[in-house]
């Protein structure tokens, strides 16, 4: 992706996470990036990575050829109508990475044959472990190719329906928060029965990791692998039972719910 010319429109928490990304042992190189920003300034800690720093959406559009738009969706109609004369078909990829934007709302507000992307990754694409789920429209297969090999360095990516989109927003960005809260709570309780802070936290994250990578690596069941740590008569079936009368599994998927009613709105 080093001859790539890539501009980050709106380069907040998620667009900085991407950022971070790319530029992650070398992948992108800073010199073919543009993120722009209104307060400039709150991005002065990049000016000695080459990447360019500018307020001019317009410019970091003609200067690049694959557009991520990272604004809030109240800004991205705005953002969107000030760019789209500058948007070249043959030329451009346009990616927005906005929540709740259909594509067919994109193409609507652009009135021009741009191929159009949505792209939900995470936070986590700053270390370069986001799940990025891509749709698409009027894309051929190497346009496709380029934005998957862009979003892999930041992780994995798999293409979805777009009306699973609001789905993978909830189950992988929002997501994030929930199993961040769940590790925050295992802190708590290590720090209670005898941990120091610094101790228990590194503990329960290379737990958390470890439990991530067995089952990516073994494709199994979550409960096939708890089945193997839940002894008869054992402290952790007795402290599994406990979380579930005190509704465990129930709050989480109630509040994945919650969160999706709320983006469906």
Same mark, same amino acid.
């Given at each position: 992706?080093?001859?790539?010319?890539?501009?980050?429109?709106?380069?907040?928490n998620i667009g900085m996470s991407l950022l971070k990304g790319f530029l992650k042992d070398g992948s992108v190189a800073g010199e073919n990036i543009t993120v722009t920003k209104r307060n400039i300034g709150e991005l002065s800690h990049l000016s000695t990575s080459g990447v360019h720093?500018?307020?001019?959406?317009?410019?970091?559009?003609?200067?690049s050829e694959l557009i991520i738009i990272a604004v809030?969706?109240?800004?991205?109609?705005?953002?969107?109508?000030?760019?789209?004369?500058?948007?070249?078909?043959?030329r451009h990829l346009l990616v927005?990475?906005?929540?709740g934007v259909t594509i067919a709302q994109i193409s609507e507000l652009l009135s021009k044959k741009v191929p159009v992307f949505r792209v939900m990754p995470n936070i986590s694409a700053s270390v370069g472990k986001s799940?990025?789920?891509?749709?698409?429209?009027?894309?051929?297969?190497?346009?496709?190719?380029?934005?998957?090999?862009?979003?892999d360095i930041t992780g994995t990516t798999m293409i979805i329906d777009e009306e699973l989109m609001q789905?993978?927003?909830?189950?992988?960005?929002?997501?994030?928060?929930?199993?961040?809260?769940?590790?925050?709570?295992?802190?708590?309780?290590?720090?209670?029965?005898?941990?120091d802070a610094r101790t228990a936290s590194e503990i329960v994250?290379? =737990?958390? *990791? +470890?439990?991530?990578?067995?089952?990516?690596e073994?494709? /199994? %069941?979550?409960?096939?692998?708890?089945?193997?740590?839940? =002894?008869? *008569? +054992?402290?952790?079936?007795?402290?599994?039972?406990?979380? /579930? %009368?005190?509704?465990?599994?129930?709050?989480l998927i109630k509040g994945i719910v919650a969160s999706y009613e709320k983006i469906e709105k």
């Open positions: 992706m080093n001859d790539k010319k890539i501009a980050i429109i709106g380069c907040g720093l500018t307020t001019d959406n317009i410019k970091a559009v003609q200067d809030k969706p109240y800004n991205f109609s705005e953002i969107l109508s000030e760019i789209k004369d500058y948007l070249q078909p043959g927005s990475i906005t929540a799940v990025s789920c891509i749709s698409h429209s009027g894309a051929v297969n190497s346009d496709i190719e380029s934005v998957r090999r862009l979003f789905s993978a927003t909830i189950l992988g960005a929002c997501g994030i928060a929930y199993v961040l809260r769940f590790i925050r709570a295992m802190i708590q309780g290590g720090i209670q029965i005898g941990f994250n290379q =737990t958390v *990791k +470890g439990a991530a990578e067995l089952l990516i073994s494709k /199994e %069941h979550p409960e096939y692998e708890i089945d193997k740590v839940t =002894t008869p *008569k +054992g402290c952790t079936i007795v402290g599994l039972n406990e979380m /579930e %009368h005190n509704g465990f599994s129930s709050s």
